[in-house]
């Protein structure tokens, strides 16, 4: 069983960071892309950062978030800088990866947490 465990969200001033982490657990084997999506009530589910064989960011991030992953610990952050009301939502972790028991790749979420930008 794979699980993956997020933390780090919280509210914050606009302008000001947070770094969101997650860790996945359990029968891990190759981990292949860990992402970050993000959703609010109004919008659906969106791609915020990837990170496989190349990265990859949404327009709206570039030049503020970073995504970062640790391959030996099976962990994906996501830095945030100058976040901006707009930044509110629920961000997911996302791994697409096969555990050490099976040959097939699966997409594994995060249970989602909450950031909040707001003055």
């Known amino acids: 069983q794979v699980q993956l465990v997020e933390s780090g969200g919280g509210l914050v001033q606009p302008g000001g960071s947070l770094t969101l982490s997650c860790a996945a657990s359990g029968r891990i084997g190759t981990i292949s892309t860990m992402a970050w999506y993000r959703q609010t009530p109004d919008k659906q589910r969106e791609l915020v950062a990837a990170?496989?064989?190349?990265?990859s960011y949404a327009d709206a991030v570039k030049g503020r978030f970073s995504i970062s992953r640790d391959n030996a610990k099976n962990t994906v952050n996501l830095q945030m800088n100058n976040l901006k009301p707009e930044d509110t939502a629920v961000y997911y972790c996302?791994?697409?990866?096969?555990?050490?028991?099976?040959?097939?790749?699966?997409?594994?979420w995060g249970q989602g947490t909450q950031v909040t930008v707001s003055s």
């Open positions: 990170h496989g064989d190349i990265v």
């Open positions: 996302y791994m697409n990866l096969r555990s050490s028991i099976a040959e097939q790749y699966y997409t594994y």
